[in-house]
């Protein structure tokens, strides 16, 4: 007997940034778009975030707690991800550090001395 497996709850980001002539985005879309049909067909339920055209730092916090798995789909642009995708990062774990429901310290054991 096959057991089912649990419905998981999925957070799929684009982070395409447009370049005019250069990097349109399409196989970002697409990708992002397989990403999203293939997950659904399992059964997932689905988010995005497509942050070329705007996201809110709280919502994106919230987007990250409930969801069960996170794919990031982006280009890479001299070996890295576009600067608006590592900005992205940034507000939204910030507004998690600052909520202290995403990220709750550094990670550093302060004692007292």
Same mark, same amino acid.
């Given at each position: 007997?096959?057991?089912?497996?649990?419905?998981?709850?999925?957070?799929?980001?684009?982070?395409?940034?447009?370049?005019?002539?250069?990097?349109?985005?399409?196989l970002?879309?697409?990708?992002?778009?397989?990403?999203?049909? =293939?997950?659904?067909?399992? #059964?997932?339920?689905? &988010?995005?975030?497509? /942050?070329?055209? !705007?996201? +809110?730092?709280?919502?994106?916090?919230?987007?990250?707690?409930?969801?069960?798995?996170?794919?990031?789909?982006?280009?890479?642009?001299?070996?890295g991800?576009?600067?608006?995708?590592?900005?992205?990062?940034? =507000?939204?774990?910030?507004? #998690?550090f600052v909520? &202290?429901?995403?990220? /709750?310290?550094? !990670?550093? +054991?302060?004692?007292?001395?």
């Amino acid at each position: 007997m096959q057991q089912e497996a649990a419905m998981k709850n999925v957070l799929v980001i684009n982070a395409h940034q447009f370049y005019e002539g250069f990097s349109e985005g399409k196989l970002n879309k697409t990708m992002a778009t397989v990403i999203k049909e =293939e997950m659904a067909g399992k #059964g997932c339920e689905m &988010q995005e975030t497509y /942050i070329e055209k !705007g996201y +809110d730092s709280n919502e994106e916090v919230e987007k990250h707690l409930w969801a069960d798995i996170i794919f990031t789909q982006s280009p890479v642009y001299w070996f890295g991800p576009p600067w608006i995708y590592k900005k992205d990062i940034d =507000e939204v774990l910030t507004a #998690g550090f600052v909520q &202290q429901n995403l990220l /709750i310290d550094d !990670g550093h +054991d302060y004692q007292p001395s």
